[in-house]
């Protein structure tokens, strides 16, 4: 099989969620566990960081990453989805799994495969951990795919598990409520095992401390001691922040080479775990010297894209994987708060999301370009456009994503910005 053909396979053979939504989600271990029973238990052969949540949690799995990575770990990287390359998802140090080892996963394991029938996500999980054990990582940092209980990562005992927060999102699996949620994000707390939860929330603070006590699981909420406040510098492209831990001065001038709305909470649950690390068993512990580095080289190290990246400038293009309620709430709040002459939105959904109630945190002013990502679960653009209409958003529907940023780009003035947003799908078209 050549590379492009173990693609085909895998994509054409196997559920794939990102494509078709919910039909490929498996609410059960069983396939993993198979799958990994098989590979002779790769997972257990290296040390691993779970990273679950709503939102953030791909932003603080890269963090913790490219920290572990400056401080001389090898360090493997397990995400989801990708933009444009398949191997974005199974990485060590920042290297994309080997097209060659992608292909002889498959075909030494066809037989198995075809036998168990995985989902696509669940033969991605077994890849990544056959990956990371073959390469001997230090440390694996393991971001959840949806939920965490029932999730196909959740057969591994980390050093730490992380919940990020609690917001709506995909209710059709996880559940209509916060605690319904936070119920299956808690899936992830193992027996023993230090849980760092991102931020205090009333629906779901009382879940998590209740799982922990079940668990004995040491739990931390990173917002009750640590601070990250934005200083003056900050740019489209990087923040700085000043750090407080107990209400008193802990770091002064913290590089993240990463911006965007969520990115202060994001550093602070960061900096939680990076603390509980320093008593982890690991060859070596990431020291201050080693956070700064990281943080500040987070791009180069970890391959870190599609959230708050800008991909053009006169006019400005910014593209932004903000999806859900928090998520856009938080985009369009700083996003109004930039300077810019007009705004363009290209903005299109998956046909699962209940887009009523995300359009409400759109702007009326701006002009939009509304269009269906390239994807079998994409929204019909010209159906967004009759829900946007409702919602007083005006603007039109356009054949492609390309097309759609095309005409946004040909009508923007230079002290313009055009912002793609709403579906990852509809971003990972653009990068």
């Not at 690991?282 to 010297?289: A, F, G, N, S, Y």
Request: glycine share 8%; hydrophobic share 40%; net charge neutral.
């Amino acid at each position: 099989m050549t590379y492009r053909d173990t693609i085909d396979y895998l994509y054409r053979q196997l559920p794939m969620f990102q494509r078709v939504g919910p039909v490929a989600y498996k609410k059960d271990l069983t396939n993993t566990l198979a799958l990994c029973e098989h590979l002779g238990n790769p997972q257990n052969r290296f040390r691993t960081i779970h990273v679950g949540g709503t939102n953030g949690k791909g932003s603080v799995s890269h963090m913790l990453a490219a920290i572990c990575q400056a401080a001389g770990l090898k360090t493997g990287l397990y995400i989801s989805p990708h933009y444009k390359d398949f191997r974005e998802r199974i990485k060590v140090d920042g290297r994309y799994i080997p097209q060659r080892r992608v292909v002889e996963f498959v075909e030494n394991n066809l037989e198995q495969i075809e036998t168990i029938q995985p989902s696509f996500f669940e033969l991605c999980v077994a890849m990544a951990f056959d990956h990371f054990a073959r390469e001997k990582v230090d440390v694996a940092i393991v971001e959840v795919g949806l939920g965490g209980r029932l999730d196909s990562t959740n057969v591994i005992t980390p050093l730490l598990s992380v919940i990020t927060n609690i917001s709506y999102d995909h209710q059709n699996l996880l559940g209509d409520t916060l605690p319904e949620i936070a119920g299956e994000k808690a899936g992830i707390i193992k027996p023993g095992i230090p849980v760092v939860i991102g931020e205090t929330q009333p629906e779901s603070a009382p879940v998590f401390e209740q799982k922990a006590r079940e668990m004995g699981a040491p739990i931390v909420f990173a917002d009750r001691h640590f601070e990250a406040i934005e200083a003056d510098k900050n740019d489209w492209q990087s923040n700085h922040y000043r750090i407080f831990n107990n209400n008193k001065p802990y770091l002064d001038n913290l590089e993240v080479d990463a911006s965007g709305p969520f990115q202060a909470r994001n550093v602070a649950t960061v900096l939680q775990a990076w603390e509980l690390l320093q008593t982890a068993t690991l060859p070596r512990i990431p020291d201050v010297k080693a956070l700064r580095a990281g943080l500040s080289q987070l791009r180069t190290l970890t391959r870190f894209m599609g959230r708050w990246q800008i991909i053009g400038t006169q006019p400005t293009v910014l593209c932004d994987s903000a999806h859900n309620e928090a998520g856009l709430r938080m985009a369009f709040e700083r996003i109004l708060s930039m300077p810019f002459r007009k705004l363009h939105i290209v903005t299109g959904f998956v046909n699962d999301k209940e887009v009523g109630k995300v359009l409400g945190y759109f702007p009326q002013h701006a002009r939009y370009y509304f269009a269906k990502a390239d994807i079998p679960r994409g929204l019909e653009a010209t159906v967004l456009l009759e829900k946007a209409t409702g919602f007083g958003l005006n603007g039109r529907a356009y054949a492609s994503v390309h097309n759609a940023l095309k005409a946004a780009r040909r009508a923007a003035e230079p002290d313009d910005l055009v912002v793609v947003i709403g579906s990852i799908f509809v971003v990972a078209e653009v990068l």
